[in-house]
């Protein structure tokens, strides 16, 4: 209870008070967990479709797209030209998956600091201050 105190006034100092402690779990059968990811799964498709069915297997867009991929792959390497796609695909891949600063959510940080608000860290980025004050303070070998 005490570490759960100090986490809740952490949190409110550091300004993200929006998780709240955990509640210690009481335990369950193992039916229990199979149940509730059924609930998940059944409130995950009717999200994705309004009559409350899940979309077919073959109307996903990832699948879609890996489907088209490879079929344009095969027609390039029949071209002969295969390894050049394979290879502008990847750049492209590399591209579209990395995320300009005005794409990130409110109050998410950069990894790099330099990006961030006052060059603000992420939690565990060692920094040169940490490395020199470990450096300083290690043994003396051989003693």
Not at 33 to 46: L, W
Not at 65 to 81: D, G, H, N, R
């Amino acid at each position: 209870a005490a570490v759960e105190e100090r986490l809740a006034q952490f949190r409110a100092a550091r300004g993200s008070g929006a998780v709240s402690p955990r509640l210690p779990e009481t335990p369950r059968k193992a039916a229990a967990p199979e149940a509730a990811e059924k609930k998940q799964a059944a409130a995950a498709g009717a999200q994705a479709r309004p009559g409350g069915a899940p979309p077919p297997v073959w109307a996903r867009p990832l699948l879609l797209k890996v489907l088209l991929w490879a079929v344009l792959l095969a027609l390039f390497a029949e071209l002969e030209l295969g390894l050049p796609y394979f290879v502008l695909s990847l750049l492209y891949w590399m591209y579209a998956g990395t995320r300009g600063p005005a794409e990130r959510r409110q109050g998410e940080l950069s990894a790099y600091s330099v990006f961030n608000p006052g060059c603000a860290a992420i939690a565990g980025t060692l920094t040169a201050e940490q490395l020199e004050r470990e450096l300083h303070y290690r043994p003396t070998a051989g003693r």
